[in-house]
């Protein structure tokens, strides 16, 4: 845990599983990209699922996310590297964050996530 915002450590299966779910979502559902867009959805409740970038600089970008999930009981993910958020978005360049808010067809991946997410977080 290298970042001051990242309260667990997540393992590399469960992150490879949270860009799956978002592929998906990006192509059958519906996602909120950008920290501000995911901000919105949070405050909102529509979020289902939210996935926050481990390199982000500076951390204040994301930093207010962890707790504002958590305030709106929404289940939340870090993935090592911002880059691949922004590929799993189909962008060429990486997000800080992004919320899924109609999981699609990775509407089953998206549950399984959130029951892992729950359990690492204790």
Do not use: W
């Not at 950008?34 to 970038?53: D, H, M, P, Y």
């Amino acid at each position: 845990m290298s970042k001051m915002y990242q309260q667990f450590e997540v393992p590399e299966e469960l992150q490879n599983n949270a860009l799956e779910a978002l592929e998906l979502a990006r192509d059958t559902g519906k996602i909120k990209k950008g920290s501000n867009e995911a901000t919105k959805a949070i405050e909102r409740g529509i979020a289902q699922l939210v996935l926050i970038g481990g390199d982000v600089e500076p951390e204040e970008i994301v930093m207010h996310l962890p707790p504002l999930c958590a305030e709106k009981q929404i289940p939340f993910i870090f993935i090592n590297k911002q880059s691949e958020i922004g590929a799993a978005c189909g962008l060429d360049v990486g997000s800080a964050a992004v919320a899924i808010v109609k999981s699609g067809k990775g509407k089953d991946i998206v549950e399984e996530l959130v029951k892992q997410v729950e359990a690492l977080r204790g």
